[in-house]
């Protein structure tokens, strides 16, 4: 007989998105026009067509039932101010999962703000660590960065169409007991290229950046 090779997902856990009375927030901060950049001597092109990047994520979010909050074109006392507001709202705690994408140029590590300020990708997710925001605690929190790191060119390569894989199956945390987790626990942190590397795509694509479609 031919043996299976098919994995047994039976034994993994998996989050519960209806623990809490909503199932998500998604914040979405586009970062396009940097005119305020120029304005003080930084060499910064308009990101044309980022909306239409962010419009298709807050489309997607929005029909599997998240709240959306878009922000765009933020200097970096307004992101500073936004980061806290989000990390302090008194709601958070009445959501399943939680969601922040930044379109925005960047490098080494870092969001460039509209007026051509940085601010480190790290503060950002330090600031929703569980001994900071503990309404976070224990529920999944994904950052979506879609922005260079680097100035090396990303080239492309070719790729295979997928293959039929095996498909998982979700079972709930089943403990009731009171537990301690790592302050960086639930953390997923997407970015849009590898460190050092520029991000692949022409925003003046009709579908947008490759990371996004």
């Given amino acids: 007989a031919r043996s299976s090779h098919r994995s047994d997902f039976s034994a993994l856990p998996s989050y519960n998105m209806t623990n809490r009375r909503h199932k998500g927030i998604c914040l979405i901060i586009n970062n396009e026009d940097y005119v305020?950049?120029?304005s003080n001597h930084k060499e910064f092109k308009d990101r044309r067509g980022s909306s239409r990047d962010a419009d298709s994520i807050k489309e997607l979010f929005a029909k599997l039932g998240f709240y959306v909050e878009y922000q765009k074109n933020l200097t970096k006392a307004k992101m500073d101010k936004l980061v806290d507001m989000m990390v302090n709202f008194q709601g958070l705690n009445t959501y399943s999962c939680f969601v922040a994408v930044?379109?925005?140029?960047?490098?080494?590590?870092?969001l460039n703000c509209v007026d051509g300020q940085d601010k480190k990708i790290d503060d950002i997710i330090n600031a929703f660590k569980g001994d900071n925001c503990p309404a976070l605690n224990g529920i999944p929190k994904w950052f979506i960065i879609q922005a260079c790191?680097?100035?090396d060119f990303n080239y492309e390569v070719s790729i295979q169409h997928d293959a039929p894989g095996d498909e998982g199956h979700d079972v709930e945390r089943q403990s009731d007991k009171p537990?301690?987790?790592p302050a960086c626990a639930d953390f997923y942190i997407s970015y849009a290229t590898a460190p050092g590397t520029?991000?692949?795509g022409t925003l003046e694509r009709v579908?947008?950046?490759y990371s996004v479609s």
Wanted: charge should be positive; hydrophobic fraction near 35%.
């Fill in 198 to 200: 520029s991000v692949t």
């Fill in 102 to 110: 930044f379109l925005s140029h960047g490098e080494n590590e870092c």
């Fill in 207 to 209: 579908a947008g950046l």
């Fill in 149 to 151: 790191r680097g100035k």
């Fill in 179 to 181: 537990i301690s987790i």
């Fill in 36 to 38: 305020k950049a120029r």
